[in-house]
């Protein structure tokens, strides 16, 4: 792939491609979660719109709860860590499985520690919501930890007929106080020659960051006011890129995917519509107003005034209060408007008591609730797995590896498994398949059959790994178990002598003699 000359440039090409899903992206945004994509033009702090429902941010906050916790679920890990048979094999084979497997477990708990430690779910919970509204989102790890969401309008990305992507450019607003000092000082001088001899230069600079596909690797670098930093230059692997443009609806052939809002973005504006029309008709019907009859002989001063039981010189018929007859036309508001909410409730999952309300979620509520929205968004969180759950796995392990908090093993020893939707997440699944498999040899054969054909330690093992739990000092050794029924057995034995057997045999070992059958 040949790369730009100038990255601004590139920049200011790719988006005319992107105009139009902005465009749309912004109208979503209007009727959902407005600070998410604010209008084009719009200065820090400005106002924003304002409407009469705000049933598209419940929708969008609810639902974007939900996936969060399925792609990042707390204390619980969304992938797995498997060898090939081959690795095994080299291993030891199928005796050692069970170490294999306990091994994997500390080597994804360490992985799970980091993401816990680093601000990861907040901003991915951030990027779920411009998803769903805008229906692209560029993520970015940082090399510190934790991740950085761009929303659409601040990066532009180019893709192939198949859906790979081939370039990438953000931009970011910094103070150049703080480039690198190698290119500070130009910059600040092209920044005084363009203010001009009475102008003020500006206080912050666009930096672009490119990355582009090249051969099997990615290429990176950034442009600050037509100067590369050299510090920037740098490469990726292709398969642990820290940046990964998502799309929620991919479609064939286009560079950005279509949200989840923008498909029922006619019911969002008509319920804003309705509902404005239903406040503002409830506010004129709850408007008290009184009518006088001006050849009437009562006076309004006298009415205005007066307090309750008084009585005052005046004919019932000279005053009448206004009334406005909508009932019936404001129950067909309501009526419309509940249907649009239901419609929209399944949508958005709002209807689905996926997860209770509780301190503590169970491994089996995640996995019910992935099975749920798998089925219910018709495989876009498994495209989410896709997109950026594998990479983001890919590039953590590289990350802990080059930190040294992993091994450095082989890059084809292990294969990471994200397990979402219509499979479980984390090793529930593995659990459940040990718990039926006891239960099918004890129906089969009985309680002994587990003791002739099971091995039991074995089976602890993998009990352990697949709950999650540290299994040293928690499980006795084998040895130590045989020591303690070994020990069981001789005081079994000494109380079935009893006490007048055993004073025997002591008084016959100090007389250097053995009973008969003991040689």
Known sequence: MQLPVSLKQEYERLSTDRSPYLLRARDASKYTVPTLLPPEGRTSGGKLRSGYSNYGARCVNSLASKLLLAILPARQSFFRLQVGDNILAQLGGP??????ERALA?????????IEETPTRTPVGEGV??????????????????????????YVCQRDDSGNVLRTIAEDRVSPMTLPESIRGAVKARLLERAGQHGHPD???TVYTGVFRNGNHWRVWQEVEGINVPESDGSYPLDASPWMPLRWTPVSGESYGRGLVEDYLGYFISLEALTAALVKGTAVAAKVVYLRNPNGVTKASALTRSETG?????????VHALQSEKTQDFRTAREMINDLKEELAYAFALNQAIQRNAERVTAEEIRYMAQELDSLLGGNYSTLSQEFQRPFL???MLELEKAGKLPALPKKALRPVI?????????????????????????LGGPQALETYVSFDDLLKRLTTARGVKADGLIKPKEVVAAEQQQKQQLAMMQQL???????MGQLAKAGMAPQGTQ
């Open 394 to 396: 890919r590039r953590k």
């Open 203 to 205: 206080k912050t600079v």
């Open 129 to 154: 919501k411009h998803l769903l509204v805008a229906g692209n989102v560029l993520t970015y790890m940082l090399p510190e930890g934790g991740v950085k969401c761009y929303p659409l309008h601040s």
């Open 106 to 114: 500390d080597y994804e708990a360490i992985i799970q520690s980091d």
């Open 419 to 443: 397990v979402t939707g219509l499979d479980a997440l984390g090793r529930g699944a593995e659990l459940d398949n040990l718990r039926a498999l006891v239960k099918d040899i004890v129906d």
């Open 310 to 318: 008084d009585v005052i010189d005046g004919k019932p018929d000279d």
């Open 95 to 100: 005796q050692v499985r069970a170490d294999v």
């Open 498 to 504: 009893g006490p007048n057997a055993i004073n025997q």
